[in-house]
Nanobody, 124 residues
């Protein structure tokens, strides 16, 4: 069983930056693809970005391409999401998720484990 805990959310002005972290424990982190999803009030869960278990492939939603960057540190069992040039429409609860031996899917149904989420609020 893999446990995931997100951190780093908060309130930021439009144009600002935040760095989210997702710390994993309980199993071998390096064999999981990691994804970030988000859900705004009244909206469906949305794919943001994913990184393969090998770390050599990343996939971004068009809405965040060029602004967000995913990275992973297997030694620290942590995946990061650097978010720059934030916009009010980025406001949501951000969840990290793990997919065993995954290639970096954008489909939330492929993910086996989820964190509890961290709130990101971008003010205009």
């Amino acid at each position: 069983q893999l446990q995931l805990v997100e951190s780093g959310g908060g309130l930021v002005q439009a144009g600002g930056s935040l760095r989210l972290a997702c710390a994993a424990s309980g199993h071998t982190f390096s064999i999981y693809a990691m994804g970030w999803f988000r859900q705004a009030p009244g909206k469906e869960r949305e794919f943001v970005v994913a990184i393969s278990w090998t770390g050599d492939r990343t996939y971004y939603a068009d809405s965040v391409k060029g602004r967000f960057t995913i990275s992973r540190d297997n030694a620290q069992n942590t995946v990061y999401l650097q978010m720059n040039s934030l916009k009010p429409e980025d406001t949501a609860i951000y969840y990290c998720a793990a997919d065993l031996w995954g290639g970096g899917s954008s489909d939330w149904r492929d993910y086996d484990y989820w964190g509890q989420g961290t709130q990101v609020t971008v003010s205009s």
